[in-house]
């Protein structure tokens, strides 16, 4: 067995899911719309702050979480943002656990 083959196997299979090619095309949608790609781009921003700051063992205020929250309500109300933050969150969780896959190949 060819690693490089298998991994080139696994690139093509990644590309034609249906995971991704939904949230490639959800992600063409929002990005035609300034500012509904603004306000998505300032809510993931802030999520990845608020994920940094816990992974520092650092607990995020409340005005953090509740800049988030607000933020994740606003963008809930649109149809088109929820969509496309269902299917990122779809296709996040598909490679997680292809990483998974391959990290548990390695340690056993």
Request: proline share 2%.
């Amino acid at each position: 067995m060819n690693v490089y083959n298998e991994a080139h196997n696994l690139a093509k299979a990644i590309k034609e899911c249906d995971e991704l090619k939904q949230y490639l095309e959800l992600k063409k949608q929002i990005d035609t719309n300034e500012d509904l790609s603004k306000a998505i781009a300032d809510f993931q921003s802030k999520q990845m702050e608020y994920q940094l700051a816990q992974m520092s063992g650092k607990e995020p205020d409340d005005e953090m979480t509740n800049s988030i929250q607000e933020l994740y309500g606003i963008l809930m109300r649109d149809p088109k943002a929820a969509e496309y933050m269902q299917a990122e969150m779809s296709f996040s969780v598909m490679m997680n656990d292809v990483y998974k896959i391959l990290g548990e190949a390695i340690s056993n």
